[in-house]
């Protein structure tokens, strides 16, 4: 993963920002306005944008790509439009609600898949450094290293949550069929609603 600075950062989070200002706006406003101010950032990367509200740090919406589907800047834009408008555990972020929001990027590293056993995919996870996505059929989950942390789970704990978010069984991340990734994340957000941007590290509890 290319190491952004806090600069990087900062461009990142606005470009989030006003791409989903801008949807709220209008739904049919074209992306291609915020696409241009980074697309510098053209490398394929994985990203997912959070929403959160001030100062409760309450989850109002976040959504990405894990994999480096599409360039950084159009990752950046098209997860934030849809961190506030579609996932599906909230209503859509309204023009008044917005500017109670404060905008976290996290850019994700390449997946590293976990092989082994249960042993060795246990060994393999650092709390605090590590997300983890699992894959079985049809079903699929993922979750940023944060999570872990404000958790404060150990490695079996984060397995077993990821294979909940994925709605598969207790202990099913032990199965030899079931794949397995971990990743790692830079993570920028406004200290508050189109405040200062800060890079966030994350270590166990």
């Known amino acids: 993963m290319k190491r952004l600075t806090i600069k990087d950062g900062e461009e990142l989070v606005h470009a989030a ?73 909230f209503v859509p972020v309204s023009f008044n609600e917005f500017p109670e929001l404060m905008v976290e990027v996290s850019v994700l590293s390449e997946m590293v898949q976990l092989t082994g056993g249960e042993k060795e995919r246990l060994k393999a996870i650092k709390v605090g450094r590590d997300g983890l996505m699992i894959e079985y059929g049809i079903y699929s989950g993922l979750l940023l290293p944060v999570v872990a942390v404000e958790e404060n789970w150990n490695a079996e704990q984060f397995l077993e949550g990821v294979c909940e978010k994925a709605g598969l069984p207790e202990g099913h991340w032990k199965q030899n069929n079931v794949r397995m990734y971990k990743f790692t994340t830079q993570v920028f957000r406004e200290e508050e609603p189109n405040g200062r941007v800060i890079e966030l590290k994350y270590s166990k509890i």
Do not use: M, Q
């Open 17 to 89: 920002r006003n791409a989903i200002e801008l949807s709220i706006k209008s739904r049919a406003s074209p992306k291609n306005i915020v696409y241009e101010s980074i697309k510098h950032f053209d490398w394929p990367s994985g990203v997912f944008v959070t929403l959160l509200h001030y100062p409760t740090e309450i989850l109002r919406g976040c959504i990405g790509f894990p994999r480096p589907t599409l360039s950084l800047s159009k990752a950046v834009v098209d997860s934030a439009i849809a961190a506030a408008n579609e996932d599906p555990r």
